[in-house]
């Protein structure tokens, strides 16, 4: 399962890579991306999303206040 990493040499993750490390189909990315709820940015045409912005995403969606 693909992880977040806090390494800055690559500290963007792929529509894959998120889905792999929340247990979701990529579909299931594109809709959250699509309702606004999961924090992404589109570069080069490709969807980005910051490795700690979907860490923080979790936390707020699961309530733990970590």
């Given at each position: 399962?693909a ?6 040499t690559n500290?963007l ?10 247990g ?5 990315v ?27 995403w979790m ?6 206040a970590?």
């Amino acid at each position: 399962m693909a992880q977040p990493s806090n390494n800055t040499t690559n500290p963007l993750l792929t529509v894959k890579d998120v889905a792999n490390y929340l247990g979701v189909t990529q579909r299931t990315v594109y809709r959250l991306m699509k309702a606004y709820r999961l924090p992404a940015c589109k570069i080069g045409g490709q969807w980005r999303f910051r490795a700690e912005s979907i860490e923080v995403w979790m936390h707020e969606e699961t309530g733990n206040a970590n």
